[in-house]
């Protein structure tokens, strides 16, 4: 039994996830797995208009990872719950949208669109992205600043019914992630997902120029899973001594393999997403549950809930 539940009484099959932007609306890796076989799909951020992002190239290859500077390109709000949602409900999908903005009004709007939209059933809770590296101004991002992300939160969770989770995305780019996870529970975050990209960048040393557009990008994959199980550790400890609220926590961070998602487990994760993964496997996430599920069973759990009570029980 591999299902979990992370608030709000939606119960998931099971903890694998996609994580966001490494397929928009689930259309591109439908066509390699049914993504209703996913505990949820997790969108691309959407903002409240349509957007192109920023200059190309914006990704590029490291033997760490891979860099992307996309810059919120997305279809806008209208488009999303018209078309996107939809689609996602028709195929069976349990969705946590990402949603992003440039203002805290900006994310209220475009968590009031997804609240009216005639496709709400699909949706198991709403992932607000405070995180995104690649905005044009490094002081927008929200998740730098404790008041900022309690503020953006707020009004998230205000315009949501509360059987809908809300989950605040941390960056890893913060000096002390605790203090901005414990300012967005408090805030009324029901969970927290961790981590986005890590803030990096490539030199074509050919041209001796950056090599993406947007010169700055965020790093993800292999790299970055040593950053994500440190970030959701601290994280977990400080619930642990009453610091934090106790939430429940989404991995994400560079998870290719099952022993990867019991890796962010391990560490204090509750649910697992997979992203850069799929690039080089487009069915990495119901792999890596497969995985992740002959693991557990080789260890002698009948249960994922019983190995996440194990592993978080310090
Ligand atoms: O669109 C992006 O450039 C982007 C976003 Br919103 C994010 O949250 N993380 C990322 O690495 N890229």
């Known amino acids: 039994?591999?299902?979990?539940?992370?608030?709000?009484?939606?119960?998931?099959?099971?903890?694998?996830?996609?994580?966001s932007g490494c397929a928009a609306n689930g259309k591109e890796l439908h066509r390699f797995f049914d993504v209703g076989d996913l505990g949820a799909f997790v969108t691309k951020s959407v903002m409240a208009d349509p957007r192109s992002g920023r200059g190309t190239p914006r990704m590029a290859e490291t033997p760490s990872g891979m860099l992307n500077s996309i810059g919120l390109q997305g279809p806008g709000i209208d488009a999303f719950v018209d078309?996107?949602?939809?689609?996602?409900?028709?195929?069976g999908a349990r969705v946590l949208p990402s949603i992003a903005g440039s203002s805290s009004t900006e994310y209220a709007h475009v968590a009031a669109a997804l609240r009216a939209s005639r496709a709400f059933d699909s949706v198991i809770g709403v992932e607000v992205n405070i995180s995104c590296p690649n905005v044009a101004n490094r002081g927008l991002v929200f998740a730098c600043d404790p008041l900022a992300s309690a503020k953006v939160i707020a009004l998230v969770r205000e315009q949501l019914p509360r059987d809908i989770p809300v989950f605040a995305k941390l960056s890893p780019d913060v000096?002390?992630?605790?203090?901005?996870?414990?300012?967005?529970?408090?805030?009324?975050?029901?969970?927290?997902?961790?981590?986005?990209?890590?803030?990096?960048?490539?030199?074509?040393?050919?041209?001796?120029?950056?090599?993406?557009g947007g010169v700055t990008g965020g790093l993800s994959g292999p790299g970055i899973r040593p950053v994500a199980v440190r970030a959701i550790w601290q994280v977990r400890q400080a619930m642990f001594e009453g610091r934090i609220p106790t939430v429940p926590i989404i991995g994400v961070g560079g998870v290719r393999t099952g022993r990867d998602a019991l890796e962010l487990v391990a560490a204090g994760a509750s649910a697992?997403?997979?992203?850069?993964?799929?690039?080089?496997?487009?069915?990495?996430?119901?792999?890596?549950?497969?995985?992740l599920s002959d693991l557990l069973a080789?260890?002698?759990?009948e249960r994922f809930t019983d190995a996440v009570a194990v592993a978080h029980g310090r």
Do not use: Y
């Not at 078309?83 to 195929?91: A, G, K, M, T």
């Not at 697992?272 to 995985?291: C, H, K, M, W, Y």
């Open 83 to 91: 078309e996107d949602l939809p689609w996602l409900q028709s195929v």
């Open 298 to 301: 080789a260890k002698g759990f």
């Open 272 to 291: 697992i997403q997979v992203g850069t993964a799929v690039f080089n496997d487009p069915s990495a996430p119901v792999r890596v549950l497969r995985e």
């Open 175 to 212: 000096t002390d992630i605790t203090a901005i996870a414990a300012a967005c529970v408090k805030a009324g975050a029901d969970g927290l997902t961790m981590i986005n990209t890590l803030l990096g960048m490539v030199i074509d040393t050919d041209r001796l120029r950056p090599q993406l």
């Open 1 to 19: 039994d591999m299902s979990v539940d992370l608030g709000g009484g939606h119960r998931l099959p099971n903890p694998l996830m996609t994580a």
